[in-house]
Nanobody, 121 residues
Framework: QVQLVESGGGLVQAGGSLRLSCAAS????????MGWYRQAPGKQRELVAG???????NYADSVKGRFTISRDDAKNTVSLQMNSLKPEDTAVYYC???????????????WGQGIQVTVSS
């Protein structure tokens, strides 16, 4: 069993900052990729920022220069520092990870339960 637990969401005024954190726990052999997605009402879920399996980072164009993703491999955590927040950043943010639970099993995609971020104008 693997769990992803998010924390740090909430309500903030435009221009403010929030920091999201996600901790993976359970039977983890290796985390191949980890990152954040978001889904606004009536829209598809989209990648916000993430670490790929080779360690590089990807950011959505809409958050480049404002959001920074970081990770702590020893703690199996990933964080998202969100600065200069805009009302259009309002969404449910989901932690996502591609995890191998054993050496002989393929990687599986895991999701957190989601955390609300609301940016008021």
């Amino acid at each position: 069993q693997v769990q992803l637990v998010e924390s740090g969401g909430g309500l903030v005024q435009a221009g403010g900052s929030l920091r999201l954190s996600c901790a993976a726990s359970g039977s983890i052999f290796r985390i191949n990729a980890m990152g954040w997605y978001r889904q606004a009402p009536g829209k598809q879920r989209e990648l916000v920022a993430g670490f790929t399996s080779v360690g590089s980072t990807n950011y959505a164009d809409s958050v480049k220069g404002r959001f920074t993703i970081s990770r702590d491999d020893a703690k199996n955590t990933v964080s998202l520092q969100m600065n200069s927040l805009k009302p259009e950043d309002t969404a449910v943010y989901y932690c996502n990870a591609l995890i191998k639970t054993t050496d002989w099993r393929p990687s599986y995609n895991y999701w957190g339960q989601g955390i609300q971020v609301t940016v008021s104008s």
